[in-house]
């Protein structure tokens, strides 16, 4: 079965400062998706990026990247220039490639981001 | 608002008795997912829908839960006989076939079972 592990229960940056959020999952396939949700206190879990395993290609969107090392199974969220509203629950979540079956999110325990001011 | 919506909000019921939840996807995702979070946990998968097939169910799925997704729209999810261990959110979300499609998820119906 998969696994997802986020080793930081509660990490803490300055406003305006850069994070990075660690993941590593476990997996004996090869074609998977990964994926950061956020999740703010007391609203819905939203998208912050995905990445393809079978793109070499670093994702990115806007302030947030990834640093997806496939061979070591880490999947690792860099967030720059952090802003007040940055501040929530992140979870990595993992998924099979389409093949059937498995088609639910593996998710880790996450981890609780706080912006200091 | 186009989102995935969830109905209630929140439920508080006594041990023993049967609840439901509904969820409505985006209009045109024919994938609808349910899962379970419980406190300081991420959330758990617990059983997904095409269109109006249930496709898969976790082994968390116990004899007391049934979903439902009778026309292929809005789902539904039953516990019966609540126990306090039930208490938890319960997250619907949706999207579109084939798996590269992102989920994304409602609000989620937080219950409390007392």
């Known amino acids: 079965a998969q696994t997802v592990t986020q080793s930081q229960p509660e990490m803490s940056v300055q406003e305006a400062e850069t994070v990075t959020l660690s993941c590593t999952y476990d997996?004996?396939?090869?074609?998977?998706?990964l994926f950061w949700y956020k999740q703010p206190p007391s609203r819905q879990m939203i998208l912050v990026i995905r990445?393809?395993?079978?793109?070499?290609q670093n994702a990115t969107e806007n302030r947030f990247s990834v640093n997806f090392q496939k061979a070591a199974k880490s999947f690792s969220l860099k967030i720059s220039d952090s802003q007040l509203g940055d501040a929530a629950m992140y979870f990595c979540?993992?998924?099979?490639?389409?093949?059937?079956?498995?088609?639910?999110?593996?998710f880790g325990k996450g981890t609780h981001l706080i912006i200091q001011p | 608002d186009t989102g995935v919506s969830q109905n209630p909000r929140h439920k508080i019921t006594k041990r023993g008795q049967n609840v439901t939840f509904r969820c409505d996807p985006i209009s045109e995702h024919n994938r609808l997912y349910w899962y379970r979070q419980t406190l300081g946990q991420g959330p758990e998968f617990l059983t997904y829908f095409q269109n109006e097939a249930q496709l898969e169910k976790s082994r968390l799925l116990s004899d007391r839960f049934s979903a439902e997704r009778p026309k292929g729209s809005f789902s539904t999810l039953e516990i019966q006989r609540t126990e306090q261990g039930d208490s938890a959110m319960y997250l619907c979300a949706s999207s579109l076939a084939p798996s590269r499609e992102t989920q994304y998820f409602g609000p989620g119906t937080r219950l409390l079972v007392l």
């Open positions: 979540a993992y998924r099979k490639g389409s093949g059937g079956g498995a088609d639910g999110l593996t």
């Open positions: 997996t004996s396939e090869s074609d998977y998706y």
């Open positions: 990445q393809e395993a079978y793109k070499q």
